[in-house]
């Protein structure tokens, strides 16, 4: 063989470089016949495993009517991501987007949300968040990337479903790192759907040697490893206070109006390498007793004072009533950070006197009684509760974004409160 391609004349040597039949591995081409009539392709892979470059070969081959892909060309095309920005920075015009492959480049028109091929196929990008878009157009092929971060998953994934109506066989290729969320398991159980599967380390060659080895390493084998470097669908742990299905439950798009606001902060005993996080969560409590999850500005490796700005940047940003910080480790030196930045802002000092999981069970018991709601996707901080059971978290890491939310919602809930003030957010 190498003989035979020395042989080659230079053009055909670098058209053979180019080529994506020639290069791709097995995982990053489309199902053959014999695997069936499928409608749905999940590639289904970990960070860098090469699933964008994979989508981008998939749509640009449909449009421009590759025999090995399709029988003709597919002239109207989806591309959905979780926004419209994630579709510009990553599905066209990122690295490995559509505008990176070689060869002739069809026309972007970003004022339009289109790519426009010489043959008039064309390609529209749409954001998740705003499934009513996708209602009307309609297509021969859609590439719906990173599904399992999307804010509103179910209901931007089906109206993609209504849309696939042209053509002798509309398909869907799906482009993500898997999360164990509802949508996810439907695809995956769907007959119709064919799955590949790939790891960061099928990568590697394509891939930054210190990525590999300080990510990667660093990783390798753990829970959120397995899920994002080898796309493992990671369920929730039998033992775990929480459950998904139970977040997923009580989640709201929406925050309603609040009586009282409140930031915790969880800090770390040390700022340096290999130090726990900084836990940041805000919890709001309305009207009808029940609790709402606003938001996570938990910090990895921060100094105090980067970590006690943020902290008071959400509080200001919230307009927020109090912030309660743990002070059994490091707390009191937050505590004067805090007062130094802004002395006017009310600190609440709590001290642990019991383990983790004893303080975290009774807030699990006001998930499981539904008094508790996400507003919107949580995914690092819902990875922790679903990953928390008797001996802690499975990677032995600390839990600090649970240990915020657990003080934060003790505090609302099941600790003493002043009169409440309404505000609307």
């Not at 290069?23 to 392709?41: F, H, I, K, M």
């Not at 289904?44 to 449909?62: M, Q």
């Not at 799955?195 to 080895?213: C, E, I, K, W």
């Not at 819902?382 to 990953?387: G, Y």
């Amino acid at each position: 063989m190498p003989g035979f391609l020395a042989s080659l004349p230079p053009n055909l040597i670098r058209a053979l470089a180019s080529d994506w039949l020639h290069n791709a591995r097995t995982d990053q081409l489309p199902p053959c016949p014999s695997q069936g009539d499928w409608t749905t392709w999940a590639v289904i892979g970990g960070r860098g495993s090469g699933k964008t470059r994979t989508g981008a070969e998939w749509v640009r081959a449909l449009a421009n009517g590759d025999p090995a892909f399709c029988t003709q060309a597919v002239g109207r095309i989806a591309l959905v991501g979780e926004t419209y920005a994630d579709v510009r920075d990553v599905m066209i015009e990122g690295p490995s987007g559509l505008l990176s492959l070689a060869g002739p480049r069809p026309h972007w028109a970003p004022s339009r949300r289109r790519l426009e091929w010489d043959n008039g196929a064309v390609a529209m990008a749409f954001s998740a968040e705003e499934p009513d878009t996708l209602r009307g157009p309609q297509f021969g092929a859609a590439w719906s990337d990173e599904i399992a971060k999307w804010r509103r998953p179910d209901a931007a994934y089906d109206m993609i479903q209504f849309g696939l109506r042209l053509g002798d066989r509309p398909r869907n290729l799906v482009t993500t790192t898997p999360r164990p969320i509802p949508l996810i398991r439907r695809i995956l159980a769907d007959p119709l759907t064919v799955v590949s599967r790939s790891r960061t380390a099928d990568n590697a060659a394509n891939l930054a040697p210190s990525f590999l080895d300080t990510v990667v390493g660093r990783y390798a084998g753990t829970r959120l490893g397995r899920q994002e470097l080898d796309g493992e669908l990671i369920e929730d742990r039998p033992d775990a206070l929480w459950t998904r299905e139970g977040i997923e439950a009580a989640r709201i798009d929406r925050a309603p109006d609040f009586g009282r606001i409140v930031v915790a902060v969880d800090p770390p005993a040390s700022s340096k390498a290999g130090a726990d996080a900084c836990g940041i969560v805000a919890v709001g409590l309305g009207s009808n007793g029940h609790a709402y999850v606003i938001a996570d500005a938990t910090l990895s490796r921060a100094s105090p004072q980067a970590w006690a700005g943020a902290a008071l940047a959400l509080y200001h940003r919230l307009e927020a009533d109090s912030l309660v910080v743990e002070v059994n480790q490091g707390g009191e030196m937050a505590i004067a950070v805090i007062a130094e930045v802004d002395a006017s802002v009310p600190v609440v000092p709590v001290r642990a006197t019991r383990g983790k999981y004893l303080r975290a069970e009774p807030v699990s018991i006001l998930y499981a009684q539904g008094r508790i709601h996400h507003v919107g996707s949580l995914p690092a901080l819902e990875d922790e509760l679903c990953d928390f059971g008797p001996d802690g978290l499975s990677s032995g890491a600390s839990p600090d974004r649970l240990d915020a939310l657990v003080w934060a919602l003790t505090h609302l809930m099941l600790g003493q409160r002043s009169e409440p003030r309404i505000r609307r957010m």
